[in-house]
């Protein structure tokens, strides 16, 4: 399973970003999909969760600004990030974890630069 991330950038603060990851592999239907973010130096936080069934969660920072969504035909998972911050600057990585297996991969991750 190779995850591939794309989407991140250079934003002004109140701007949006759309992140996207897109899965090889088979396991991606029985996989719950997420975004994390990690500063340097700091650990690695969950930011938003989806899975298999669709049942969705989100870290209180982002919720109401951040939308995660999968499409399983595409074996792709994208995060909707909107009314950006600066504090939202960090690295992001997408990761599945197989609901099988409990085995979890992770993408490389895009760095998000929200300026103020």
């Known amino acids: 399973v190779q995850l591939q991330a794309s989407g991140g950038g250079l934003v002004q603060a109140g701007g949006s970003l759309r992140l996207s990851c897109v899965a090889s592999g088979s396991i991606f239907d029985n996989a719950d999909a997420s975004w994390y973010r990690q500063l340097p130096g700091k650990q690695r936080d969950l930011v938003a969760l989806i899975t298999r069934y669709g049942v969705i969660d989100y870290a209180s920072p982002v919720r109401g600004r951040f939308t995660i969504s999968r499409d399983n035909a595409k074996k792709t998972v994208i995060l909707q990030m909107n009314s950006l911050k600066p504090e939202d600057t960090a690295t992001y990585f997408c990761?599945?974890?197989?609901?099988?297996?409990?085995?979890?991969?992770w993408g490389k991750g895009t760095l998000v630069t929200v300026s103020s």
């Open positions: 990761a599945l974890r197989s609901t099988a297996s409990g085995r979890p991969y």
